[in-house]
């Protein structure tokens, strides 16, 4: 916990409250109010948790007013270049930067869990068909519970571990099994020869009847995303991998409530939402109309893929992406894909537009990174399941810090009521 370093004075009635102040490494300060209620007898009020720090933690930090993301004080445009997915997971989930040997027996662990229990197998099929691969990754997600009980307990160090390498070395194996089943493809095995990305691909696009050679240039686009998603403070899924863990709860549960509070389009659901959006669009002559909609308050559609809590500039990751998405298409000898263009156009209205300037709405990091997946040839029913398994390793190095803070408690909001004041039963007949 920081040091208090001054106090704020709450007025009420009359009667004064000291508040203790902490300083942060960077961003605003703290007022600490865990106090309020044993003292002044009234609770704070903050919908949305717009101003409300729910924990500390050392792993990332947003500068929204300046663009700014830094994973363990590394600027993610740098790590996105020059770092790799797995490198970043180390990162996150250990505080430092690995050396090589460090780095290589963290690969080794990673590539040996990747494999799921054949038994769940059998799980995989009792889904329909068409249910969306988010459904199925709640679910199974979920069901490892069920499988992996020897790293359920919270309190052994140990299994806690196990629990983390699992998750992360499971996820591109789940996510591309769920993406098999949808489309009526026998599942494809992880091979341990292959870099997480390669392999991911390949689960999702190889079949038996034919080899299926993993394009490099591909899988350094991939690679890219998943570190581009690999965390993000205290988003809503994450906060709810915390407050489910909190309880007590395990480890495939907790990453399973966060699955599910991702899936929603305000949140991971955007990407899909996103491309369906450019797709409506379709050509750059259409864009006022959806601009007029955007900005329309009686109209429920917005801009995907634009805007964010935090960022009230560019958010870094979706420069990145937009570099990215013209590197890929140009790679793949599709530059003139009419999405894209759709998309930079968009973009440029938007940006001259003065109710997204008035607002702060830049685009976000689903706003190019459903083109280069589309590219890629993932449906976009894809994109969200891409993002979850990316943001595993944020969800459980966030999980991990929550549970070694001596200061851990239930998380347990107040509210303010009002509802009914308290009133006598009527019976039926008197109603
Ligand atoms: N299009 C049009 N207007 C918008 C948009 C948008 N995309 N986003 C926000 N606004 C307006 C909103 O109507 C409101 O206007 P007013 O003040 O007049 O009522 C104002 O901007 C503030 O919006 P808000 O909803 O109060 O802001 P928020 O911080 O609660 O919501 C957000 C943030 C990301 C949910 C929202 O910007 C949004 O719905 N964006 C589209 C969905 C999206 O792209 N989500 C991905 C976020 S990044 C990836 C991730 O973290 O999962």
């Not at 009234?42 to 500390?56: E, I, K, R």
């Not at 979920?142 to 499971?170: C, P, W």
């Not at 976000?364 to 890629?376: E, K, P, Q, R």
């Not at 999980?399 to 006598?424: F, H, M, S, T, V």
Request: some cysteine; aromatic content about 10%.
């Amino acid at each position: 916990m920081a040091e208090t370093t001054k106090t704020a004075k709450l007025t009420i009635d009359g009667n004064s409250y000291d508040l203790a102040m902490y300083a942060p490494t960077d961003g605003p300060e703290v007022i600490d109010i865990r106090k309020l209620y044993a003292q002044a007898g009234v609770f704070t009020y903050d919908p949305g948790f717009t101003s409300t720090a729910a924990c500390d933690s050392t792993i990332t930090y947003i500068d929204g007013e300046a663009g700014v993301l830094l994973h363990r004080g590394y600027p993610i445009d740098q790590l996105a270049k020059q770092s790799h997915y797995l490198e970043v997971c180390y990162l996150l989930l250990y505080g430092e930067l690995p050396s090589a040997a460090q780095l290589e027996e963290f690969e080794t662990l990673v590539t040996r869990h990747t494999m799921i229990h054949e038994q769940m197998h059998n799980f995989f099929r009792g889904f329909r068909r068409d249910a969306h691969p988010m459904a199925t990754m709640v679910g199974v997600v979920g069901a490892m519970s069920a499988f992996y009980h020897d790293s359920t307990d919270i309190n052994d160090e140990h299994q806690r571990e196990v629990a983390s390498i699992r998750l992360i070395a499971k996820m591109p194996t789940i996510a591309a099994m769920a993406y098999k089943y949808s489309i009526g493809q026998p599942f494809v095995y992880p091979r341990n020869d292959l870099d997480y990305a390669s392999n991911f691909l390949r689960m999702c696009f190889s079949v038996p009847a034919e080899e299926y050679e993993v394009n490099p240039i591909l899988a350094r686009a991939m690679d890219r995303i998943f570190t581009l998603h690999a965390d993000h403070e205290q988003n809503a899924s994450t906060s709810t991998v915390r407050l489910a863990s909190s309880s007590g709860a395990n480890p495939f549960a907790c990453i399973a409530a966060g699955i599910a509070c991702l899936w929603g389009p305000a949140h991971g659901g955007a990407n899909q939402a996103c491309l369906e959006m450019l797709r409506e669009i379709g050509t750059p002559d259409r864009i006022p109309e959806f601009i007029e909609r955007a900005k329309d308050k009686n109209d429920p559609f917005r801009l995907m893929g634009f805007g964010h809590r935090v960022y009230k500039n560019f958010d870094p990751r979706a420069k990145v992406m937009k570099e990215s998405a013209d590197e890929v298409l140009e790679l793949l000898g599709i530059e003139n894909n009419p999405t894209l263009q759709v998309a930079k156009e968009l973009e440029r209205v938007a940006l001259e537009d003065p109710y997204f300037a008035e607002k702060k709405l830049y685009p976000n990091v689903d706003f190019y990174s459903g083109i280069i997946l589309d590219a890629m040839g993932f449906p976009t029913s894809m994109f969200t399941p891409i993002f979850a398994l990316a943001r595993t390793v944020g969800w459980v190095s966030q999980w991990k810090e929550q549970l070694a803070d001596p200061q851990l408690k239930i998380g347990r909001p107040r509210q303010l009521y009002l509802g009914a004041a308290a009133r006598n039963y009527v019976d039926i007949e008197t109603r």
